[in-house]
């Protein structure tokens, strides 16, 4: 027998989780139409009919398909940002300086350059004269997202003298184009086909590595 006001908190709790298992299911299949059928081309019902919710059920939990685009983009984003940045190792000399920007480096370019987060980025940019705040969303949550993380992990680098520059963010701007620049432009433009193999990925990123030490390398570790 359960203690008196424990039935109404039960019942509570199992529809929360009823009803995020529906959001996370709307979600999933929102995905699913905006990137086959792009945004202006995603239909509702057929968000509702994949998500096997019906299409007021929908509208309760996301009051447009401008807002259900936006959780989409927060849901992905988060999952690459999560992925992408798994904390700064144990770096005390130049091999393992070393090591880590090119783990970093391969991990973001196998992330980036999936699929579906190319097609999300084209679906902003053909958005985004529409709507400008879902641009700036994207940027906040990838890009500018980057430097924050790799500005902050290169302050630290810079205190134990194995990085030297006057600007942490600019540091980590450099470092992001050369690793992003030239495979992602080829994908955005090109489409999966342009998707480079993960040899092709792993030369490329000890390439940028490789230039980015030599403009950045304390002088005490050359």
Not at 113 to 126: C, D, K, Y
Request: charged share 20%; proline share 4%.
């Amino acid at each position: 027998m359960l203690i008196p006001g424990m039935e109404a908190d039960l019942a509570e709790r199992r529809a929360g989780t009823r009803s995020e298992r529906k959001q996370a299911a709307i979600v999933g299949a929102a995905a699913e139409v905006f990137l086959s059928t792009g945004y202006a081309g995603a239909s509702m019902d057929e968000i509702a009919s994949r998500s096997g919710v019906s299409k007021q059920t929908v509208y309760k939990h996301f009051s447009s398909k401008e807002a259900l685009f936006v959780a989409v983009l927060t849901q992905m984003m988060g999952e690459a940002d999560t992925a992408v940045h798994t904390g700064l190792p144990q770096v005390e000399n130049r091999a393992q300086l070393e090591a880590y920007l090119l783990d970093y480096a391969v991990r973001q370019l196998t992330i980036v350059l999936t699929p579906g987060l190319m097609q999300l980025r084209r679906l902003v940019i053909a958005e985004a004269q529409r709507f400008p705040e879902l641009a700036k969303l994207l940027y906040a949550r990838g890009p500018a997202r980057a430097l924050e993380v790799m500005g902050s992990a290169f302050e630290q680098l810079a205190g134990k003298k194995l990085l030297q520059f006057s600007d942490a963010t600019v540091a980590a701007s450099q470092f992001n184009w050369l690793v992003m620049a030239d495979p992602v432009n080829r994908v955005m433009m090109l489409g999966d086909a342009a998707i480079p193999t993960k040899q092709q990925i792993h030369r490329h990123a000890e390439a940028a590595v490789t230039t980015f030490l030599a403009a950045f390398l304390h002088p005490d570790k050359r």
